[in-house]
Antibody, heavy 123, light 108 residues
């Protein structure tokens, strides 16, 4: 079955760039679907960060757009998140997920999620 | 920015029916999706396109939509249903995803 696994540093210094990778198994990214990043600060709700199509087209949360870059590497079957100029407010569990579009009727949902990885921003 | 509004908490006794609402101006145009999240775990999709249930999700989970409000209904609540529930949709353009603030379901 399709599985997603996040990886990356668990601690990032303020003003630096947070970098995470999501490895996909059981499905070839180049076959389709959008792939997204969602985060959850400790004790708080979910926030969509952005999504990428296998072709490389992206769309981002407007509130984070100036600091976010999502890229895809089909040869490694993975996609990545970079968030620049981080502050303590970026401390969160970061999830990667598959975004399933319902082309017959519109709309999309995150139907498969990784287990999440905790990233703390601190000096 | 677009927002979805959920009640912070809902409490029900086992066997009763729990209803969790989610309100947003674009919901008449955009589908809603519901996720269940238990402590320390990733969210799980339980309802898609307002009222469709993914395979493997128990029949006691259902969804409905009326105007600017969508509702997740859990019939015959069980102790294992105690979790946080999040609605998700998109803005009126359909491009930008947004999550509600989440509702903590407590089974008394």
């Amino acid at each position: 079955q399709v599985q997603l696994q996040e990886s990356g540093p668990g601690l990032v210094k303020p003003s630096e760039t947070l970098s995470l990778t999501c490895a996909v198994s059981g499905y070839s990214i180049s076959s389709g679907y959008y792939w997204g990043w969602i985060r959850q600060p400790p004790g708080k709700g979910l926030e969509w960060i952005g999504s990428i199509y296998h072709s490389g087209s992206t769309y981002y949360n407007p509130s984070l757009k100036s600091r976010v870059t999502i890229s895809v590497d089909t040869s490694k079957n993975q996609f990545s998140l970079k968030l620049s100029s981080v502050t303590a407010a970026d401390t969160a569990v970061y999830y990667c997920a598959r975004e399933k579009y319902y082309y017959d009727s519109g709309g999309s949902a995150f139907d498969i999620w990784g287990q999440g990885t905790m990233v703390t921003v601190s000096s | 920015s677009y927002e979805l509004t959920q009640p912070p908490s809902v409490s029900v006794s086992p066997g009763q029916t729990a209803r969790i609402t989610c309100s947003g101006d674009a919901l008449p145009k955009q589908y809603a999706y519901w996720y269940q999240q238990k402590p320390g775990q990733a969210p799980v999709l339980v309802i898609y396109k307002d009222s469709e249930r993914p395979s493997g999700i128990p029949e006691r989970f259902s969804g409905s939509s009326s105007g600017t409000t969508v509702t997740l209904t859990i019939s015959g609540v069980q102790a294992e249903d105690e979790a946080d529930y999040y609605c998700q949709s998109a803005d009126s353009s359909g491009t930008y995803k947004v999550f509600g603030g989440g509702t903590k379901l407590t089974v008394l």
